[in-house]
């Protein structure tokens, strides 16, 4: 009972910072039915948080409705949804986030997420806000390095790359780290801001104090696994943006180019885990 009583707290604090809570992985089967189509069962990939110097550029890509932030910051991945709810095809997914603020508090948005699934750009359009486009993204895991590449239909392409060999992270490092990924994530859905849940709020220890997805995986290291590396974005072909893929002259492709890296990861998640969003107070 105690050992059960420990795999369901942890997992409890999982639901809140970004997973929602699966069956024991011994014995118990998983209910088809009670799962949301969009169930995910085991994932991984890569993370890079980076800073970049481009303000002019930052400005264009972050949507009006938030506030520049103090720090220019960007939080790109890579994601291989590997192995999702029974009926729901996997697939692959990039994404690049711009630190804002909204209501003079940090939050992150999407301003890119090229997907390879249809169904899973629709859905995440319509029911996260969130702005999903088509486009071919890999994934490889070669340890110590684990990279993904993606390329969207006008051509532009990104590269994420961690190299986790010999890594070791220093104590500002992870403490940055920490306090990014409790950072919100907040998106416009049909004209109204919405916060996620399932990916990005941190849930709270006795403190107060939000638990990180780094807290988590020292918690739960049989079922998430963390590696830290050294990082590294880069971006390929720098034609000029056509009208079909941005109203601006702008490109997170081309414009956001890093001029430090804060950190960089490659995580593996077998909590099973599902996304939504819920409108955020007027």
Partial sequence: MKKNGKLLF?????????VTLGQSPKGAKRNQKAEPRYTYHETDGVVIYYETENKEAYRK???DTFDMPDRLYVHAFISDFYKMKAGTPPYKEAAVFLLGKYKN??????????????ESRVRGIWGLGLPKIM????????????????TIKSGHKMELRVDTKDYKINK?????LKELSVIPKMNIRRGQV???FGAGAGSRGK?????SIIDLAQMAPRRMTLKFGKGEVTFGNKKEVSGKDSDTNVHPFVDLEPSKILGAYYLKNTFTYSLGGRPTAK
């Fill in 105 to 118: 508090k940090e939050i992150w948005h999407c301003i890119t997420m090229p997907v390879t699934s249809n």
């Fill in 194 to 196: 919405i916060e996620m």
């Fill in 135 to 150: 486009g071919d993204v890999k994934f490889t895991r070669k340890d110590p390095v684990y990279a993904g590449n993606v």
């Fill in 172 to 176: 500002d490092e992870e403490k940055l």
């Fill in 207 to 211: 403190s107060g104090a939000k638990r």
């Fill in 61 to 63: 890509l972050l949507s």
């Fill in 10 to 18: 942890i997992a409890l604090i999982v639901l809140s910072v970004g």
